[in-house]
Nanobody, 124 residues
Framework: QVRLVESGGGLVQAGGSLRLSCAAS????????MAWFRQVPGKERQFVAA????????YYADSVKGRFIISREHAENAVYLQMNSLKPEDTAVYHC?????????????????WGQGTQVTVSS
């Protein structure tokens, strides 16, 4: 059974930083893209960042570009999201996702595996 488990969320003041982690088990995703999405209650899930299989290509939503950094570690079968200069509008549940396909994607329908999410709250 494939599982993605996120960690690292919490409460932080505006301007602060958090590092999210997502550990995969049940299969490896060394050849596949992984990504982070976020969702606020009552709103659609929003793309945040994606990384391709060997980390030589990354893609960010305009709202987080220059503040967030996505990375991955094959040895850990994990993906990370370093979030800096956080703003109250970054408050959301953050989900990691993995795709069975090849490439790099920002559309959630390309991602088949999803974690349960970790809450990030940024106070003003």
């Amino acid at each position: 059974q494939v599982r993605l488990v996120e960690s690292g969320g919490g409460l932080v003041q505006a301007g602060g930083s958090l590092r999210l982690s997502c550990a995969a088990s049940g299969r490896t995703f060394h050849s596949n893209p992984m990504a982070w999405f976020r969702q606020v209650p009552g709103k659609e899930r929003q793309f945040v960042a994606a990384i391709n299989w060997n980390a030589d290509s990354t893609y960010y939503a305009d709202s987080v570009k220059g503040r967030f950094i996505i990375s991955r570690e094959h040895a850990e079968n994990a993906v990370y999201l370093q979030m800096n200069s956080l703003k109250p509008e970054d408050t959301a549940v953050y989900h990691c996702a993995a795709s069975p396909n090849f490439g790099i994607f920002s559309k959630e329908d390309q991602y088949f595996y999803w974690g349960q999410g970790t809450q990030v709250t940024v106070s003003s």
